[in-house]
Structures are given as C-alpha cells and as structure tokens.
C-alpha cells in the first residue's frame, strides 16, 4: 500500500504552480512516477500531497526556437528514442534514452523526473551535459534559466526549490561537423543502474581539426562532471591516440567513485578512462 | 485522501468507481475483476502488473489509478477470450510459452505493443520488447518464439 496523500490534477502550468507555491515543501510534482511511487511504497518520501503534471501542456513537446533544440520537460523517455529532431541534433541523449530502464519504465519516465530526482547515475545527464543543456524552472514568481552543469549538486539533491518546476531542458544544435555519442556500462542489458556512463561530443572546423571536445561523466561521482582538465588538453589539437590517452586518464582522475553493490571505485575509475579512450577515438574517426 | 468518483475505460467498457487517490491502476484493475493483470514487485522491475494505456505499454502499479480518467486501458482479458483468442495468446498456448503463467499476461502486452508498431520484429527487437518483463521459469526461449509464431500467423491473416 502507499501511504496516503491529495491527489491535485491542475489543467494549467499557473494552477500547477500555484498549488506548488502554496504547499511546498510538503507537497511534491508528480510525472511518471517510476521514482516518486517507488520511493514512496518503500516510506523514503512521504508527501502530503502530488500534483499530477500529466495534463500541462506546457511540459509536452519538442520543437527548434532559436536555433536551439526545446525539450518540454513532460517528454518521456520513449518519445526521447523516436523523435525526428532528436535523432538529428541529440544523439547521445537517443542513444541514453534507449539504454535507461526497460520499455515499460520509458513510457512513463520523463526528462525533468530523470534530472530533477538527481541520481548520480541518471542516464539523461551526461548526454545533456555535452549537449550543454539549460534549464528553465518556473515558479509563481516567474521563470529562471540555469546551466544543467551544476544544477546536481549531490546525490538526489539538485537547484531546483520547492515551488519551482522544471519546464524545459534546451541545448544550442550542435555545430556542423560535430560527433557525439554516449556509452552505458550496467550489470544487464536492461533495468539496470548505470554502473558507468559517458558522453563525448567532438566538434571541427572546416579544415577538419578538433576544435572542441566535451566529455562527461556518470555514475562516477555524487553528480555527473564535465572533466574540464581532460577537455583542455584537447582543445585545438589533432585527436592523436597520446592526445586522447592523455585526456582519458584525466577523465579517470577526475572521477570520485564508491564502492557499491554494483561495482567498486576502481573499477569505474579503470572503466572511466577505457571508455573515454574508445569513444574519443571512435568520434575521432567519425 | 478523499476518495473521488472515476471513470475508468477498460477493455471498451466503462466503470464508475469510487476510489482512494493512492491506489495504484494495479489494484484499481483487479478490485474491479481484471485480476489477469498480475502484482509482482509493484516497484517497476518486473513488468507483470503491465497493461496498455493509449497503446503505450505501461507498469500499472506504478500509475495511480486518478491518472487513468480519460485514458484507454487495455489489459491481457481484453484481448481474446477462450472462444475467440487474440493470436498472441494463441501462440502463447501453441509454443508452450507459459509454464506457471504469472509473467504471461504482461509478456502480452508487452509483445502486442510491439507488433502493433513492428508487424515483423527481429529476435533482437522481440528480446528488446519484452526485456522489463521477468520470467523465472521458462529462460525466455518459447516465449520469444511464440512472439515469432504470433506475428507470423497475423501477417497471414
């Protein structure tokens, strides 16, 4: 059974917030549920009421707006693996969305679920963070932009304040001549916490030489990284096999891992720097 | 925690309940007879509990039944009856897919919303389909071909 709580179903992103300004913090949104319900069945959360955002409007879809890719923050998980402008301008978070949960949990799971409740090893982040995703939350007291780089700050513990919602996540389309890609270690195929996760973006100029890498990792830390040292070294330089050596080993020490259930820090430490190697170089040739 | 009226539309019909906003679709379903959608770990993992909302193949248990006002629900009964059986239960039967059935009914589900967007899946997509669905008993193998024999003999059709 779970423990008792309102049920608030608002038509409108203002009624939501509303509801929100007036009942938080014990009041928490509800999307897909495959954490929230969860966490509450197990007596982790134990709000006094949710509120339904399956009827906002304003949290579905995804469209192009300044040259930018706008992701409404109700966007599941599987809607992620089939739309078109996704395919073409997010391919790591493609790639991510296909690897999180199993099909019935991506039906329901949602973006801003996946961001907002901050596992190190949300499988979403990585990918957004080489995309150099941004944030709008909303609150009665109007709107705010933050860099997703930073919004997690610790496990399950993000930016985000108790009256705000996150509406959408947006990222600049990715430069011409840019090759991203996204990578997920876990103990199954399916259903599984990420054990590793990593994300690479390369982008050229017109000569052909690396002008930009992004790199980032997951489940390696309290939050997701951006190794900056490891991307420095890269920075204007030929994708040589030492090059990007040098930056996988940055990368793995750049990671703070633990020993869990799963797997031990020196492994996801090890695992870091062959992952950032292979997919260096597989972008690097791409 | 007031219960509230619903109106829920399972399998083409339509039920007026009264229920508890912490009830899960789950247990809202097999309150009202649909006890072929099964609970097992009620925590997302094992895909018994699933059934079709808007031809998107969900874990009931992890929606609350206020959230499925509007929505069609079908579950594995609304499928095929005994007489008249969908070919997907039908092949179930025919591959010796189901040894104690309890992941059937979701397996299901999970293989119809496949089909209905891929007519002909590959092995690998069919694994894929039905990878949050848990078996314990038969190691998966009948019940990948069973999904194989069932597209086939709806293609014929």
Known sequence: ?286 | MKPKAVTLNINGRTHHVALAPNVTLLHALRDLGYTDVKSGCEKGDCGACAVLMNDNAVNSCLVLAWQAEGVEILTNSGLGTMENPHPLQEAFADAGAAQCGYCTPGMIISAKALLDRNPHPTEAEIREAISGNLCRCTGYGQIIEAIQMAAQRMEEV
Not at chain 1, 71 to 81: D, K, P, R
Not at chain 1, 155 to 177: A, F, G, Q, S, Y
Not at chain 1, 217 to 222: D, F, V
């Open chain 1, 1 to 286: 059974m779970l423990p008792k709580f309102d049920l608030l179903i608002p038509q409108t992103l203002p009624e939501a917030l509303k509801l929100l300004a007036e009942g938080a913090p014990d009041i928490l949104p509800l999307a897909g549920g495959t954490n929230l319900i969860v966490d509450m069945r197990g007596g982790h959360r134990r709000p006094r009421a949710l509120i339904d955002l399956a009827r906002l409007e304003e949290l579905r879809g995804i469209r192009i707006d300044d040259g930018h890719v706008v992701v409404g923050g109700g966007t599941t998980i599987a809607e992620l693996m089939t739309d078109p402008l996704i395919a073409d301008h997010g391919r790591p978070l493609r790639e991510a969305a296909a690897r999180l949960g199993n099909p019935l949990i991506r039906n329901r799971a949602t973006v801003a679920g996946n961001l907002v409740d901050a596992s190190p090893a949300a499988d979403t982040a990585p990918p957004l963070l080489v995309l150099n995703a941004e944030l709008e939350l909303a609150s009665q007291a109007g709107t705010r932009r933050l860099p997703l780089e930073g919004f997690i700050v610790g496990p399950n513990v993000t930016l985000l304040r108790p009256d705000e919602l996150l509406v959408t996540v947006r990222w600049p389309i990715p430069p011409p001549r840019s090759a991203a890609t996204f990578y997920k270690i876990g103990l199954r195929k399916a259903g599984a916490c990420s054990v590793v996760t990593t994300a690479v973006l390369v982008a050229r100029d017109e000569s052909g030489s690396c002008q930009e890498v992004r790199i980032a990792l997951g489940a390696i830390a309290p939050q997701p990284i951006r190794p900056r040292a490891a991307e420095d070294v890269l920075s204007s330089q030929s994708l040589t096999d030492t090059a990007i050596s040098e930056a996988a080993r940055l990368s793995a020490q750049a990671t703070n891992p633990i020993d869990d259930v799963r797997a031990s820090a020196a492994y996801r430490r090890r695992a870091t720097e062959v992952l950032v190697r292979r997919l260096l170089t597989e972008m690097a040739i791409t």
